[in-house]
């Protein structure tokens, strides 16, 4: 664990895949994207990195900052 202004941050080496590094690549950049990707594709993996990307940049420039996530769900009707 590290510390950052008092945050206690872990370190996660995500090993993404090519496809999932392409898709992060404009939010790491500082973007705003919507990820849209089928079930399974590693879509959180690829949000984790875009948030880890922006709090390093967060603790070596701003003090003041924020972060916003949305996250759709719905009812899944399950096959009896």
């Known amino acids: 664990m590290n510390e950052h202004h008092g945050l206690r941050v872990a370190q996660v080496d995500l090993h993404l895949r090519g496809y999932q590094e392409e898709l992060a690549r404009e939010g790491c950049a500082g973007e705003n994207v919507i990820i ?9 993996r690829v949000a984790c990195r875009i948030i880890e990307v922006y709090f390093a940049e967060l603790c070596n420039v701003a003090k003041n900052a924020c972060l916003g996530t949305f996250n759709s769900c719905r009812a899944i009707k399950r096959k009896k």
């Open 36 to 44: 849209l990707a089928p079930t399974n594709s590693g879509k959180t």
